[in-house]
């Protein structure tokens, strides 16, 4: 079988040198990495498989927002190491439910900027209250991520909203759909271990629910005022950040985006040169393609499955790749505006997070336990 190649396994169990240390820290010594479990190495073959799969179905088909077919199943299978059927109803009642909320308050409120940004300031504090409390957490990540992205396009004259939201609902269901082969695929080899339930107080939820969806509603009003219609990659990850929920954590988690950006936006400038004028060739770029995914998925494995330096390089090549790659497209003038608008976007973002962080400890109700983890 595929996965068992002898030169598959010394690609993806072979540690890699130079590279970061087990948790994305410098490698200073020149130390080897720890081998990928193979648990590890399935679920990297799952996340490069169902990326690629989700880009070659879009290309093919010639659908509109490739960026929902490529990011989609990377979010499915990276941020969560299981399939199960509570997940798979969490994802698709998320979908349904954003569909009703974006046709609501754009057909409805879009004439109204005031108003239209508190009510999605209120859905945006809903799903960051079901994260805080943990067992709807990809329910309202999902959420999070998806309403931002599908809010500000809505809002610009020249979109067709029926398109935008029916590609929404079919990338959510063909993700899905992936999911369930790439885990048919290359299933676990031993059940996986739940993580260990946190136990938060009252006004850490509080604090975790406001700094999350404040944040999140800037994040919205600031790229509707200066129509950044183009910075998809930053809008991302200003909502990616807030996954940690806490400005702490954020801090740490803006550094790796920031390198796995950087990571993406280079490895996709390599792969052009590469290709050149060949990118009409499809299986070369898909070939590619998956190969960044892989090294990118390594790496986020490694890192734990959170939005780090990998889940950064993942998301960049979906966004660059989704957009259709090709010898006629300025991907150099494309990758540079992406990493800088999304440097400029995590700035402002930490900055408002400190802000609320700040405010937010000097109230009792909404201060955070002098222990913690964040």
Same mark, same amino acid.
């Given at each position: 079988?595929?996965?068992?190649?002898?030169?598959?396994?010394?690609?993806?169990?072979?540690?890699? +040198?130079?590279?970061?240390?087990?948790?994305?820290?410098?490698?200073?010594?020149?130390?080897?990495?720890?081998?990928?479990?193979?648990?590890? =190495?399935?679920?990297?073959?799952?996340?490069?498989?169902?990326?690629?799969?989700?880009?070659?179905?879009?290309?093919?088909?010639?659908?509109?927002?490739?960026?929902?077919?490529?990011?989609?199943?990377?979010?499915?299978?990276?941020?969560?190491?299981?399939?199960?059927?509570?997940?798979?109803?969490?994802?698709?009642?998320? !979908?349904?439910?954003?569909?009703?909320?974006?046709? =609501?308050?754009?057909?409805? =409120?879009?004439?109204?900027?005031?108003?239209?940004?508190?009510?999605? *300031?209120?859905?945006? =504090?809903?799903?960051?209250?079901?994260?805080? +409390?943990?067992?709807?957490?990809?329910?309202?990540?999902?959420?999070?991520?998806?309403?931002?992205?599908?809010?500000?396009?809505?809002?610009?004259?020249?979109?067709?909203?029926?398109?935008?939201?029916?590609?929404?609902?079919?990338?959510?269901?063909?993700?899905?759909?992936?999911?369930?082969?790439?885990?048919?695929?290359?299933? %676990?080899?031993?059940?996986? +271990?739940?993580?260990?339930?946190?136990?938060?107080?009252?006004?850490?939820?509080?604090?975790?629910?406001?700094?999350?969806?404040?944040?999140?509603? @800037?994040?919205?009003?600031?790229?509707?005022?200066?129509?950044?219609?183009?910075?998809?990659?930053?809008?991302?990850?200003?909502?990616?950040?807030?996954?940690?929920?806490?400005?702490?954590?954020?801090?740490?988690?803006?550094? +790796?985006?920031?390198?796995?950006?950087?990571?993406?936006?280079?490895?996709?400038?390599?792969?052009?040169?590469?290709?050149?004028?060949?990118?009409?060739?499809?299986?070369?770029?898909?070939?590619?393609?998956? @190969?960044?995914?892989?090294?990118?998925?390594?790496?986020?494995?490694?890192?734990?499955?959170?939005?780090?330096?990998?889940?950064?390089?993942?998301?960049?090549?979906?966004?660059?790749?989704?957009?259709?790659?090709?010898?006629?497209? %300025?991907?150099?003038?494309?990758?540079?505006?992406?990493?800088?608008? *999304?440097? !400029?976007?995590?700035?402002?973002?930490?900055?408002?997070?400190?802000?609320?962080?700040?405010?937010?400890?000097?109230?009792?109700?909404?201060?955070?336990?002098?222990?913690?983890?964040?």
């Amino acid at each position: 079988m595929f996965i068992n190649s002898p030169y598959i396994k010394r690609m993806l169990l072979t540690p890699f +040198k130079g590279w970061w240390g087990r948790r994305g820290e410098a490698n200073v010594k020149g130390t080897a990495r720890p081998a990928l479990t193979q648990n590890g =190495l399935r679920q990297c073959l799952r996340v490069a498989g169902g990326g690629t799969l989700g880009f070659v179905v879009s290309q093919l088909m010639g659908w509109n927002y490739g960026v929902f077919f490529t990011v989609f199943p990377m979010f499915l299978l990276g941020m969560v190491p299981i399939l199960n059927g509570h997940i798979i109803r969490q994802f698709l009642a998320n !979908v349904s439910l954003n569909v009703l909320e974006v046709s =609501l308050v754009v057909g409805l =409120l879009k004439h109204m900027p005031p108003v239209m940004t508190l009510v999605v *300031m209120g859905m945006f =504090l809903f799903r960051f209250n079901l994260m805080a +409390k943990g067992p709807l957490f990809l329910f309202g990540a999902n959420g999070v991520l998806t309403l931002s992205i599908l809010l500000h396009f809505a809002s610009y004259p020249n979109v067709d909203l029926s398109d935008l939201l029916a590609c929404n609902l079919v990338a959510s269901g063909l993700a899905v759909f992936i999911a369930m082969l790439m885990h048919t695929l290359f299933p %676990d080899v031993e059940a996986r +271990k739940p993580p260990p339930r946190a136990t938060k107080t009252s006004s850490q939820i509080r604090h975790e629910t406001l700094i999350g969806g404040l944040t999140a509603t @800037l994040s919205f009003v600031v790229f509707q005022v200066f129509d950044l219609q183009g910075s998809l990659s930053a809008q991302m990850a200003t909502i990616l950040v807030l996954f940690t929920l806490g400005y702490s954590g954020a801090k740490v988690s803006a550094g +790796k985006r920031a390198i796995g950006t950087l990571l993406g936006c280079n490895l996709a400038l390599l792969m052009q040169l590469l290709l050149y004028t060949q990118s009409h060739h499809f299986l070369l770029v898909v070939m590619l393609y998956w @190969l960044g995914l892989i090294l990118f998925a390594r790496e986020h494995i490694h890192e734990g499955g959170g939005s780090g330096i990998g889940f950064g390089g993942l998301t960049t090549l979906g966004i660059l790749f989704g957009q259709s790659l090709g010898p006629q497209q %300025d991907l150099v003038y494309s990758a540079l505006y992406r990493f800088s608008s *999304m440097s !400029v976007a995590l700035i402002l973002t930490l900055l408002a997070m400190a802000c609320l962080h700040f405010v937010l400890n000097r109230w009792a109700p909404t201060r955070l336990p002098a222990i913690n983890p964040k």
